[in-house]
């Protein structure tokens, strides 16, 4: 049988297990590495997680540097340091660590391989304001660099929130923490939200700027961290199947949503602010949109990748402010029921506003003004108090010709690629019922992570940390896509806050669907929601 | 039902003709509680008695990670009468998914009298289509080699560290490579071994300001356990065959000498001691000691740097498990060609 190529991204497929073998920073490939599965040890460093006190980093970032050290990926030479306000000795830093990591880190903590780990970790107490507290930082980090061998390279990790952002870089420069020495490297990965707005986005961009270049910087957005949206670059370019029919000429539209169950929660405070629009449509949604339509990158480098997704947000329509109530809908839950159980309404929560016209659901009708999307409508949706938790996108192909079997098949092809939970992807297809008359119905062709690799994915966290210890800002957003992101919903949030013909805010009750002028945004073009 | 619910015995005794019909059977059945996956055919042969109930244990904890059809297959090649015996069953495990069993199918085969020539039906007759075919082969191999077999084997897994004769059985296993004329990856269970070790060792060098010790490497121990210095030997192939280190002479059993690019000598020492297959590995380069040892704890390693009586900061990794299950996980869960392990076995085949 003769060989053939899959796609021209086959040879990229290649490059990418040249890359796996390869970190960023590791120009000269290590032969003793060729052929092992694992990738490449990053070079040692010193990561300063700022705000080591909060719940992200007892959460998420110290199991995940946890599980990172289990599974043999951490370099040997390597020192977490804590940096917030409150009084802690290392002791009383680490206990805490262990408490938190024993609670959330997905493999169980073994005694040995914490106490060894332990060992890497202090803490530093300081203001983030105050000056002396970043010059004692730096000579604490020299003397770290003398004693564990961290050669110079710093990761800082702002966790802080983000009003703390613009001291924290004033001072690490002040302190001349942002200048590496000779073949060391700093970086900074920089937590969502990037801003509120344009504007407010491009200060911090010019602020972070001031301290660390553009390549310095790691803006993290954990969606991307997930196997699942990886998996949508080689599910689009290693199988030659999709390929001929990800195009205006064979898809219909396509759906992405983002659902959950939970309330605001306890997270009132910067929800009441930001809603839901900026909270996940700006940042994830727009990312996995960015994923599934991107066209094919030239190579595999970060910046490769980024440039072809920034085309994708630079190509989203914009719609006149008239236009946007009839292609945007914005509503907030009321109470009613989750699982049965009876939940309060938003405007209930605790600190939220009693008269609170934050969104807590929006959907969205999307075009990509480019040749391979022109005319394909591309609805979003994401909530909070939503029946179900679920975050997928669909592609719902076009019918095939009505003639022969097709004359009454209301239901299209759907190719669906679940993000969580249940990671997999289905392909929704149609097969004759058995019996001597032609009957027709859809059936599912599904494929589960969870059934077929038994493997548990590492945390997005993992594999994130340890790109950013690695060099590798593939999977980071850019200046220009965060900042053509907001350039995009600006424009949204102005018109909901606007002075007159403000568009509704819709209310619908915890445990449904959204309000019905979601549904409208469909029901106007003769589709409606797919049902999950 | 009886063939689902039991994971060790053999299921349900089934016809030959039938194996397909019984298997669709046995899922409609159960269907809405289970799922069955499958990414995989996994042939395993053996021809020691009693292997049959011992390779279904085996698959019960191997499909716990790794979906696939398993094709259990126990041979009698001396009986005086021809026949097969076959069973079903299903090894079923609580998916990270859910709530929902995943399982997988077992067909079990005892075969009597003339293997050669039932083996590739039996094998060919009941694959899974369109799944890769892992042949898992627990016996030393036979000449000839049936290629009627082999051409639709995509990796073929061994363990050569109890062969009596390494270079007669490569070489069969070379030829039917050859003669299969496609690419079959041959997989070493005692290559595997090495996995967790080269990794730790590998580490040490990631960052290009390590790279010039590679230069200055004047010795190599290894301590390996009673019945594993072909293990050890390959260790030695592998850093010879990624250093591009030449063998020089023999010194005895266990001493060897090779020579690097620059014609720099390289002693290498291996000795026999109580522990786990390789227990301890110590690289000297220069004045610096590279250490993998194994921790008190058991299944994590050691690794450190520095010099003679110097301080070091040792660091814990996973050691892996030698085991069967562990060992067949490791190899399942690799992709790709083996092109290294190649390069290590021609660089001490003389030796193995």
Redesign the interface.
């Known amino acids: 049988m003769r060989e053939f190529s899959l796609s021209p991204f086959s040879g990229n497929l290649r490059n990418l297990r040249i890359r796996m073998n390869r970190a960023a920073d590791q120009p000269e490939p290590n032969p003793l590495r060729e052929g092992l599965a694992t990738r490449p040890v990053p070079q040692p460093c010193s990561i300063v997680i700022f705000g080591a006190t909060g719940d992200l980093a007892h959460r998420k970032l110290v199991p995940a540097l946890y599980n990172v050290a289990a599974d043999g990926d951490l370099p040997p030479a390597v020192a977490i340091l804590g940096f917030a306000r409150r009084k802690k000795s290392d002791e009383e830093f680490r206990r805490d660590l262990e408490e938190a990591t024993r609670k959330f880190s997905r493999q169980a903590v073994r005694d040995e391989i914490w106490k060894t780990f332990a060992q890497s970790i202090f803490y530093h107490q300081s203001e983030f304001g105050d000056e002396s507290g970043y010059k004692r930082l730096a000579k604490r980090l020299d003397e770290i660099d003398k004693d564990h061998g961290t050669r110079g390279n710093r990761l800082f990790y702002f966790a802080a929130a983000p009003d703390q952002f613009e001291p924290i870089l004033k001072h690490l420069k002040a302190a001349g923490l942002n200048e590496t020495c000779k073949g060391s490297w700093v970086r900074v990965i920089v937590e969502k939200p990037f801003g509120t707005d344009l504007a407010s986005a491009r200060e911090l961009n010019r602020i972070v700027h001031n301290s660390f270049t553009e390549e310095q910087t790691y803006r993290i957005d954990h969606f991307l961290g997930k196997e699942t949206a990886q998996n949508i670059l080689v599910l689009r370019f290693a199988n030659a199947i999709f390929s001929p029919l990800w195009n205006t000429h064979y898809i219909d539209h396509v759906q992405i949503t983002a659902a959950e169950t939970l309330g605001v929660g306890t997270r009132a405070g910067y929800y009441e602010h930001a809603g839901a629009l900026r909270d996940m449509v700006q940042n994830h949604l727009l990312q996995l949109l960015c994923l599934t339509a991107m066209e094919p990158p030239t190579d595999l480098g970060a910046d490769s990748i980024r440039d072809e997704k920034v085309k994708v947000v630079r190509s989203l329509r914009r719609w006149p402010r008239n236009e946007i109530a009839v292609n945007v809908v914005r509503g907030q839950y009321t109470k009613g029921a989750i699982h049965g159980d009876p939940v309060a309404g938003y405007r209930q929560e605790e600190n939220v506003n009693p008269d609170s016209q934050t969104e807590t659901f929006v959907a969205l009708r999307l075009f990509i003004d480019n040749w391979r999307w022109a005319d394909v409508p591309i609805y979003m949706r994401v909530g909070k108090r939503l029946p179900k938790s679920a975050t997928e996108i669909s592609i719902h192909f076009k019918k095939a010709p009505a003639v022969l079997f097709n004359k009454d098949l209301h239901d299209l092809n759907v190719l669906v690629i679940r993000i969580q939970p249940d990671e997999g992807i289905a392909l929704r297809i149609h097969a004759k019922v058995p019996g001597t008359s032609f009957h027709i119905e859809p059936v599912k062709m599904d494929f589960h992570y969870g059934t077929s690799f038994g493997k548990a994915s590492p945390e997005a966290y993992e594999r994130l940390l340890l790109d950013a210890m690695s060099g590798d800002a593939t999977l980071f957003a850019r200046r220009d896509e965060v900042e053509q992101a907001w350039a995009f919903i600006d424009p949204i949030e102005e018109a909901w806050h606007a002075k007159k013909d403000v568009p509704e805010l819709f209310f619908h009750p915890a445990g449904s669907w959204g309000p019905e002028a979601a549904d409208d945004l469909l029901a106007r073009d003769g589709r409606a929601w797919r049902r999950l | 039902m009886a063939p689902i619910a039991e994971t060790y015995s053999l299921g349900l005794p089934v016809e030959i003709g039938s194996i397909d019909h019984e298997l669709k059977k046995l899922w409609r059945e159960s269907e809405g509680a289970m799922?069955r996956?499958s990414?995989m055919n996994l042939a395993v042969y053996s021809e020691e008695p009693g292997s049959l109930k011992k390779n279904t244990q085996l698959m019960a904890r191997i499909t716990?990670?790794?979906?696939c059809r398993a094709i259990v297959i126990e041979a009698d090649c001396n009986a005086q009468e021809d026949g097969v015996d076959a069973w079903i069953s299903a090894h079923c495990?609580v998916?990270?998914?859910?709530s929902?069993q995943?399982c997988s199918e077992q067909i079990s085969f005892c075969l009597n009298g003339g293997c050669t020539t039932q083996l590739p039906n039996i094998v060919l007759s009941n694959l899974d289509s369109d799944l890769p075919l892992y042949l898992w082969w627990q016996q030393e191999f036979h000449n000839p080699m049936d290629p009627q077999l082999w051409t639709w084997v995509d990796r073929v897994i061994y363990d050569s560290r109890p062969w009596q004769d390494f270079q007669a059985q490569m070489r069969l296993v070379e030829s039917a490579q050859a003669e299969a004329k496609q690419r079959i990856v041959l997989c070493d269970l005692n290559w595997t071994r090495l996995?967790?070790a080269?990794?730790?060792?590998?580490?040490?060098?990631?960052?290009?300001?390590s790279?010039h010790h590679?230069a200055k490497i004047k010795k190599v121990r290894i301590d390996y356990a009673s019945g594993f210095r072909s293990t050890a030997l390959l260790f030695v192939g592998w850093?010879a065959a990624?250093?591009n280190w030449r063998s020089e002479k023999t010194d005895g059993e266990n001493k060897l000498q090779f020579v690097g690019s620059s014609g720099r000598k390289i002693d290498i020492e291996m000795r026999q001691r109580d522990g786990e297959p390789i227990h301890e590995v110590a690289v000297t380069a220069g004045d610096i000691e590279f250490l993998i040892t194994h921790?008190k704890?058991g299944d994590?390693?050691e690794?450190?740097?520095g010099k003679a009586g110097g301080k070091r900061?040792?660091?814990?990794?996973?050691a892996g498990k030698n085991d069967s299950v562990s060992l067949m996980s490791e190899e399942l869960?690799?992709?790709?060609p083996?092109?290294?392990?190649l390069h290590a076995i021609n660089c001490v085949r003389e030796l193995l």
């Open positions: 799922t996956a990414l716990e990670n790794h979906a495990h998916s990270r998914a859910g929902k995943v996995d967790k080269r990794f730790a060792l590998a580490q040490f060098f990631d960052h290009p300001a790279h590679f850093l990624q250093l921790a704890c994590l390693l690794i450190s740097r900061v040792p660091q814990l990794m996973p869960m690799r992709g790709g083996h092109h290294v392990y």
